[in-house]
Antibody, heavy 117, light 107 residues
Framework: EVQLVQSGAEVKKPGESLKISCKGS????????IGWARQTPGGVLEWLGI????????RYSRSFQGQVTISADKSINTVYLQWSSLKASDTAMYYC??????????WGQGTLVTVSS | DIQMTQSPSSLSASVGDRVTITCRAS??????LGWYQQKPGKAPKRLIY???NLQSGVPSRFSGSGSGTAFTLTISSLQPEDFATYYC?????????FGQGTKVEIK
């Protein structure tokens, strides 16, 4: 069965950097876009961006352009979401999801990122 | 970005009730909409894709309808395991955008 497995929870201080991961298995990893979404503590879901692991074509949502970097390493079936300087407002649960036929069918289990001094 | 307005934000219902949740798009999105169920501490799970297609393995009491700007998720007979938060997600225009969610609680 298709699986997306994300890296574990992180606790960071403002200004620190972070890279979280999402590893796909049991499907042709390079053939499907993978997106990143976040869920705030209040439950609001927002889309950050998507990447096509086959050629690393990447698109960002306007609100997150320049705030995060999405990358992929197709040799190990993994996509990444990274921050160079975290803010308290980045505290959220982050999900990766596979795009199939436009919609998003399989989701990772989520990575909780907490940014606090 | 396309705005998705979901209603109600919460509802209380009993086991066996028929439940309807609505999403409206700020512009036409064809049938490029999915419905997701999320339980506490879990990732969203797709129930419906392309507005009205039931995801494999999802009980037939769930159904979706609509196109253009107005969409509906219906649970024909609410079961105990259906108490959760439901979200719509449009993918017609980038970026994908979610509704605000509907929390279905036990009456």
């Amino acid at each position: 069965e298709v699986q997306l497995v994300q890296s574990g929870a992180e606790v960071k201080k403002p200004g620190e950097s972070l890279k979280i991961s999402c590893k796909g298995s049991e499907y042709s990893f390079i053939s499907y876009w993978i997106g990143w979404a976040r869920q705030t503590p209040g439950g609001v879901l927002e889309w950050l961006g998507i990447i096509y692991p086959g050629d690393s074509d990447t698109r960002y949502s306007r609100s997150f352009q320049g705030q995060v970097t999405i990358s992929a390493d197709k040799s190990i079936n993994t996509v990444y979401l990274q921050w160079s300087s975290l803010k308290a407002s980045d505290t959220a649960m982050y999900y990766c999801a596979r795009r199939e036929g436009g919609s998003y069918d399989y989701w990772g289990q989520g990575t909780l990122v907490t940014v606090s001094s | 970005d396309i705005q998705m307005t979901q209603s109600p934000s919460s509802l209380s219902a009993s086991v066996g009730d028929r439940v309807t949740i609505t999403c409206r798009a700020s512009q036409g999105i064809g049938n490029d909409l999915g419905w997701y169920q999320q339980k506490p501490g879990k990732a969203p799970k797709r129930l419906i894709y392309a507005a009205s297609n039931l995801q494999s393995g999802v009980p037939s009491r769930f159904s979706g309808s609509g196109s253009g700007t107005a969409f509906t998720l219906t649970i024909s007979s609410l079961q105990p395991e259906d108490f959760a938060t439901y979200y719509c997600l449009q993918h017609n225009s980038y970026p994908p955008t979610f509704g605000q969610g509907t929390k279905v609680e036990i009456k």
